[in-house]
């Protein structure tokens, strides 16, 4: 997928590798440099394109590269800051699904969502989990036993939201209970721990009721498919047997599929691995949201990773670090967090 740049964009970059003047001219903003971007782009390359999705999903990179070349002038004009060691969260393998990706760099834990031992050791696990993948922005519902062990793993009291009898889990993002707790309460699956009456569950809140959410999340699963068989047509991205077939089965969560489009719109890439662990539950309904892939050489794994930390909300990242491969060539991992939001590739954002 070669994405164009503009010769606008070309002067900001050039201008940044100039020495600055002592009085320097005021730069264009953010959303100038964005907007010009993406409507000279647009202007001359989605007409020509025969299938709409490709073109929608194709906009939606273009304005993640444009904010990623934003940053590029920005840190060519102020001093390389060094790249935060990888220290990787450590996470069970999803049933039924890849273990988390890239085993020689991330380390992971080798248990399954199937776990047997006491209700504490479940409600443990559990809490780890929502520890370790859930955003730090989300609110979380847990009945008071819940509650103390995610306390226990380092989540702030202040998301904490204590379930007492007439309260509705969905009125936070998230929710942490006995898979019974969750009949009737508008809230869809993200991780499993245990089985029969040991059993927690840990949901997210279905915005518009689990009817409306049930059909965004289909029309995501379709545009995840249709990015991600789209990308296996880039010539700057490789991708093995098993990464290839997880993007053409839409098993890659939207904000992986961007990122690595606009990574590849400046180098090659090579993709060793998808992952990340959401024990339980299909990878159609909790796509992967790890990524771990390795460029030409480290200085272009470390500018890749100078892009990826410079981006906003949905792209930021929960976590990004060069990491040291079995071969010894470095890598980039990429992990977004949970849960990941819908419609990032049809138009209609949510979550």
């Known amino acids: 997928m070669q ?21 320097p001219p005021r730069e264009p903003s953010w959303g100038r440099v964005l907007a010009t971007t993406i409507s000279l782009w647009t202007a001359r390359r989605i007409p020509r394109l025969r299938r709409p999705g490709l073109a929608l999903f194709l906009a939606f990179v273009m304005l993640v590269t444009a904010a990623a070349v934003v940053a590029v002038v920005q840190l060519t004009t ?35 969502s199937g776990v047997t031992g006491t209700a504490a050791g479940i409600r443990a696990q559990a809490a780890a989990w929502v520890a370790a993948q859930v955003g730090s922005d989300q609110s979380i519902a847990c009945d008071p036993v819940m509650c103390a062990a995610l306390g226990a793993h380092g989540i702030a009291s202040g998301r904490l939201m204590p379930l007492r009898p007439g309260t509705n889990a969905a009125a936070a993002t998230v929710a942490v209970t006995s898979a019974a707790d969750h009949a009737q309460d508008g809230t869809v699956p993200l991780a499993s721990f245990g089985t029969g009456s040991r059993q927690v569950e840990v949901r997210a809140a279905a915005p518009g009721g689990t009817a409306a959410y049930a059909k965004a999340r ?15 047509h880039s010539k700057s991205i490789q991708a ?14 939207s904000r992986i599929l961007i990122m690595l489009a606009m990574l590849a719109s400046q180098h090659s890439w090579r993709v060793v691995a998808f992952g990340d662990s959401s024990p339980g539950v299909a990878l159609a309904d909790a796509p992967l949201r790890q990524m771990i892939i390795t460029g030409n050489d480290a200085r272009t794994v470390a500018a890749a990773l100078a892009l990826v930390h410079a981006q906003q ?18 890598g980039l991992r990429i992990d977004f967090a949970a849960p990941g939001p819908l419609g990032l590739l049809t138009g209609n954002p949510s979550g």
């Open 218 to 232: 289909a029309a995501d699963l379709a545009a995840r498919r249709s990015g991600g068989a789209q990308l296996l």
């Open 240 to 253: 093995g047997a098993e990464a290839a077939a997880q993007l053409q089965a839409g098993q890659v969560d």
């Open 78 to 112: 102020t001093p390389a800051r060094t790249a935060p060691s990888a220290s990787p969260h450590r996470a069970a393998p999803r049933a039924g699904g890849p273990p988390a990706a890239g085993a020689e760099a991330a380390g992971p834990e080798a248990a399954g």
């Open 3 to 23: 994405l164009a740049s503009t010769r606008r964009t070309t002067e900001v970059v050039r201008s940044a590798d100039r020495n600055a003047p002592v009085t």
């Open 313 to 330: 909300a949905p792209y930021a990242p929960a976590q990004a670090a060069i990491v040291r491969l079995a071969g010894g060539q470095p």
